[in-house]
């Protein structure tokens, strides 16, 4: 609780000097950096920020996550048609007449995947396995009891739980698997690479204020938004001043765990850190000062990988007290939840490396140490903790810590 | 969403007790607190009050099962009264158990599948009539434990004579009394295993672990037994029925919804057991031993000005004499004239708040059902 106390302390602290301060800090170097209060930046008194294809993915993503568990209507082929966004799947007309997709930027980042394209597939695979068992093994299963080796129900209080012979929620799996395969590889590795963000003319063109056409933005401004999007793009979530409802939105995927690192003391702070990371990077583009940008990217880079490292361990670490006191359905939720951030940690971004904190092999080895056997139903604390251990060295925090 | 507005009012709660109250007196508090017999508070709580409560609900619930059978055998309208008051007689002893969901009971969701209302009549005369069911699923929670076992006996038709007939002359006749005793029974043979474990090793388990940690047998006890008065007291009796949260009053959630003039009973049980609990009752009700109260007393817990332990004992005695006003049937009541049921539903909100926030913070006790996941 005291902990709570104080992130509350800090918040209003951080509050009041926000809305004490001048509106705009400025930052001299070569060029001038003006930074605004909230993420707003304009052109000719129009705004300049767009990232409404963000905004349609992660709709995609919700009407898909509602669907997963709906065995009465859902199939694998409707599931497949919205992952795909083929043959009109969703509810909603917009959704359907978008040319964009979920499938497409699963795992499709320039830094990792333009020229990986082997490693890339067998990803959008992993997601379609998972809604295929899901739709196949789970949902023949559905009023079974599930035991080591057989899919089926699990009680987790009132809650009930599908999982597959393993143990594993598949829709667990997908939900937080597309936090580090959609979010953060798009962000991370693709919007705010640099060779994404100086792509062609860029550089000129923004220092020219060239936009692009029929819009207000030059490309650099528009890719960095893109990457914001991917962030801060839920619709429950305001664009210019996302943090005012962190921990209240409807947002289940990246922004939901940065709220819920930002709750916990070891790391509060770290949700202003990457809002004023984007916010100052943005300014810095405006200014055409690239050392500040990347600057900023590196920030956010630390700080989004971090999010998925501390909640794949937290949730090992959740999962493996459930299991000592034979709570399986708890256990295995949270190990489902852990999986899949297990899973996303491929897609983080050490920025000093500029590549994943740990190496595919050391993430393929703990997915099969995890899912080995009958799974969730036979995987030791040991092997919890083991694993835990090196993803906290990895990221340098210490496991109590998540 | 739901939980946030909570967590504020934690916080600003919080925020008033840490700059009113504790200032000077934090380094006592600690040090008292260390020296507070929590092991001998276990042994108070596990001989005196837990294993006794499940040996007399054992044997209750093995009545229930004796008279199920014994109906099932010759079903007629004077078997069905036994049944009935088998039911009444366990379902009250359920009352004073309820509330400890810790070790099997928690592994076994032992809660859920006794007392999930409102119970699902539409699946349970599916399952009757295909003879296809599975009670173990815990999709079938709302499809068996008492709640199933009130329509079966009570539910079925207009008056005895009606619902006897379906034991004897409906043409699935037998299904249903299958399923009868297939409820009774599994009612029983989860006592019987939450009851052999506490009588096992659970009880030795349980009361040397005390660490003050949030895996110590009182860390997590007392989250039980506040949320137990959260969730499933508060909103599960009155809050639901009242509507207290839609502002759409539902009778049809009321606890014992069939046996129409049983609920008010049992929310009043579980009051008590819940106050006696606080205050270290023995279950035979002979003497008290060491409790939340003397905790509290010990480290000497004031909320403005008043000993916090009796301004506890005050605010449950506050909700009993308002329950007096209360009709038998609490679905009556929220029929006829709902404000009573959302008076009690604040009256016991105000006991949420001063153990959830001022008995859990002067106990050094962390909430932890607060971050529920949500998904």
């Known amino acids: ?402 | 969403m739901n939980k946030i507005p909570g967590f504020l009012l934690i916080l600003i709660f919080l925020f008033s007790a840490c700059s009113t109250e504790n200032e000077d007196k934090t380094p006592d508090n600690e040090k008292e607190e260390n020296s507070f017999d929590r092991e001998a508070m276990l042994v108070n709580w596990a001989d005196n009050i837990i294993l006794p409560a499940f040996q007399n609900f054992e044997s209750s619930t093995r009545t229930l099962e004796e008279q199920t059978t014994a109906f099932i055998q010759d079903p007629s309208v004077a078997k069905l009264e036994v049944i009935r008051s088998a039911f009444r007689t366990a379902y009250l002893d359920f009352q004073s158990v309820s509330m400890f969901e810790i070790g099997k009971a928690e592994q076994l969701n032992y809660r859920n599948f006794l007392n999930t209302y409102p119970a699902n009549t539409t699946n349970i005369r599916e399952k009757i009539e295909t003879g296809s069911y599975n009670l173990e699923l815990p999709s079938s929670y709302a499809e068996q434990g008492f709640p199933a076992l009130d329509f079966l006996i009570n539910g079925l038709g207009a008056n005895e004579a009606e619902i006897v007939s379906f034991y004897t002359e409906n043409p699935n006749a037998s299904a249903y009394k299958s399923y009868l005793e297939a409820v009774s029974t599994r009612i029983n043979a989860l006592t019987v295993e939450v009851s052999d474990s506490w009588h096992g090793d659970y009880r030795d388990t349980f009361v040397n672990n005390t660490s003050s940690s949030s895996t110590g047998a009182v860390d997590k006890f007392t989250n039980d037994y506040v949320m137990y008065f959260e969730k499933f007291l508060r909103s599960g009796k009155i809050g639901y029925p009242a509507g207290a949260f839609t502002g759409e009053p539902s009778p049809q959630n009321t606890e014992a919804y069939y046996a129409n003039d049983f609920s008010k009973e049992l929310y009043l049980k579980a009051l008590e057991s819940v106050q006696d609990f606080f205050n270290g009752v023995h279950f035979d009700g002979s003497s008290a031993g060491k409790s939340y109260k003397q905790y509290l007393d010990y480290l000497d817990s004031i909320k403005e000005g008043a000993n916090l332990g009796e301004l506890i004992n005050l605010q449950f005695d506050t909700i009993k004499a308002q329950a007096d006003s209360l009709d038998a049937s609490l679905k009556e009541q929220v029929r006829t004239n709902n404000t009573p049921m959302l008076e009690a539903f604040d009256l016991l909100q105000m006991a949420v708040v001063l153990l959830k926030v001022d008995m859990m913070q002067a106990l050094s006790i962390s909430v932890d059902y607060v971050d529920s996941d949500g998904d």
């Open chain 1, 1 to 402: 609780m005291k902990a709570y106390f104080f992130t509350f302390i800090l918040a209003g602290l951080t509050l009041t000097s926000c809305s004490s301060d001048d509106d705009n800090k400025i930052i001299d170097g070569e060029d001038t950096v003006v930074i605004p209060e909230n993420y707003s930046f304009e052109r000719n008194g129009n705004s300049t920020v767009s990232y409404d294809g963000q905004t349609t993915r992660l709709k995609m993503t919700s009407e898909i996550m509602g669907d997963f568990t709906d065995f009465d209507n859902a199939t694998e082929e409707s599931l497949s048609n919205m992952f795909a966004n083929d043959n009109n799947p969703f509810s909603s007309a917009a959704l359907n007449e978008s040319s964009k997709s979920v499938k497409s930027k699963v795992a499709a980042s320039n830094l990792y995947f333009s020229a990986n394209t082997v490693e890339s597939n067998a990803i959008k695979t992993d997601f379609e396995d998972f809604i295929a068992t899901q739709m196949n093994a789970v949902k023949t299963n559905k009023d079974e009891l599930a035991e080591p080796g057989i899919a089926g129900q699990i009680a987790d209080g009132s809650s009930i739980r599908y999982v597959n012979a393993q143990g594993l929620e598949m829709n667990q799996a997908f939900a937080k698997g597309l936090i580090g395969a959609l979010q953060a590889d798009q962000m991370l590795n693709n919007y705010l690479a640099q060779p994404v963000l100086d792509e062609g003319e860029n550089r000129a063109n923004n220092e020219a204020g060239i936009t692009e056409e029929g819009k207000n933005y030059t490309t650099m401004e528009h890719k960095w938004d893109e990457a914001y999007g991917y962030l801060y793009g839920d619709p429950s979530v305001p664009a210019e001043d996302p943090n005012s409802m962190l921990n209240e939105s409807n947002d289940r995927l990246l922004f939901n765990y940065l709220g819920r690192l930002e709750e916990d003391a070891d790391f509060a702070g770290i949700a202003e850190e990457t809002f004023e990371a984007f916010k100052i990077g943005r300014a810095a583009i405006v200014a055409g000062d690239y050392e500040l940008r990347d600057e900023q990217v590196a920030i956010i880079r630390e700080n989004i990988s971090k999010v998925i490292a501390v909640r794949a361990v937290h949730y090992l670490q959740g999962g493996k007290a459930a299991l000592e006191n034979e709570n399986y359905g708890s256990a295995f939720h949270e190990l489902s939840e852990g999986f899949g951030f297990v899973y996303s940690l491929r897609f983080t971004n050490n920025p000093a490396t500029n590549s994943p904190y740990l190496t595919k092999s050391q993430i393929d080895g703990f997915i099969q140490e995890l899912l080995e056997g009958n799974g969730f139903w036979d995987v030791t604390p040991e092997t919890l903790d083991s694993i835990s251990q090196e993803i906290a060295t990895a990221f340098g925090f210490a496991v109590s810590e998540a």
